[in-house]
């Protein structure tokens, strides 16, 4: 069965969709079969590696309200083992229509569990919100990345965020943890981002990813291609950082897989 992760952070800009699609597609050079789930009625994700929106007939907004299988509608992408599943502008509607349907916090679980054991990862990529539709990726997903950008304001709303995640342990997903906080946009020459990432270790320590994302011109264009980072510049600073990260997370699970379940609770 998939280890399923959601990129969330309610506020927007920090590198949520870029960290989605290269994620998956670092994990999928590296042999991992993987699904990446667009759930933003921005449909940024499934743009961003190929596929045109407008010409989206079904996506993840059917697959919720029951009209459509999630496995009729994946698509394949130019990265290898790496798989889409879709999203068009008409999410934005599924917060409404959802919000009266029983058992409404419980749908994205629903509709996953019918694909993922045919994939190694899912990788949810969240709106910049904490609405029904996140809510939805968090009670599906078995940990969350959280993307923060070296920036000013860095740690704004990431209180609020962590307190969703608590609720949802606490009400929804009892074995929901926190993956990692992720920097990104991390640039070399400005003291800011270095006080930034010496902040966030402070606060967090070891729920920080070794790994950091840095700013890179070549990252931010390879969606305006339709490609990942992988396919557009593979020898690019954004691959590598992501090949890396993916690297991080593979071994991170490996050790998890080979310590005692015992040990695994108590640390959860």
Do not use: W
Request: net charge negative; proline share 3%; glycine share 6%.
């Amino acid at each position: 069965m998939a280890k399923i992760i959601a990129i969330a952070n309610q506020k927007g800009g920090v590198g949520k969709t870029t960290t989605a699609m290269n994620l998956a597609a670092g994990l999928g050079v590296l042999e991992q079969k993987v699904l990446l789930v667009d759930a933003d009625p921005q449909a940024n994700a499934t743009s961003g590696v190929g596929h045109d929106p407008k010409n989206i007939k079904d996506g993840i907004y059917e697959c919720l309200l029951g009209k459509v299988k999630a496995k009729d509608i994946i698509l394949k992408t130019k990265t290898p083992n790496l798989f889409l599943l879709p999203a068009h502008i008409d999410l934005v509607g599924a917060e409404l229509e959802l919000v009266n349907l029983p058992s409404r916090e419980n749908m994205m679980k629903q509709m996953l569990s019918e694909v993922s054991d045919n994939y190694d990862f899912v990788i949810i990529d969240c709106a910049p919100s904490l609405g029904l539709i996140t809510l939805n990726s968090l009670t599906a997903c078995d940990s969350v990345i959280i993307p923060i950008q070296c920036e000013y304001f860095a740690l704004e709303g990431l209180g609020k965020l962590l307190n969703t995640i608590k609720i949802v342990q606490q009400r929804l997903n009892e074995n929901l943890v926190i993956e990692g906080l992720l920097l990104t946009m991390y640039d070399t020459r400005l003291r800011l981002s270095n006080q930034v990432v010496e902040e966030v270790k402070k606060h967090f320590q070891d729920m920080v990813f070794k790994t950091i994302i840095h700013r890179n011109v070549r990252l931010g264009e390879s969606p305006s291609y339709g490609e990942t980072i992988i396919i557009h510049d593979a020898t690019s600073k954004g691959a590598i950082n992501y090949l890396n990260l993916a690297s991080e997370l593979l071994q991170k699970e490996e050790k998890r897989k080979s310590q005692p379940k015992e040990l695994i609770d108590s640390n959860e």
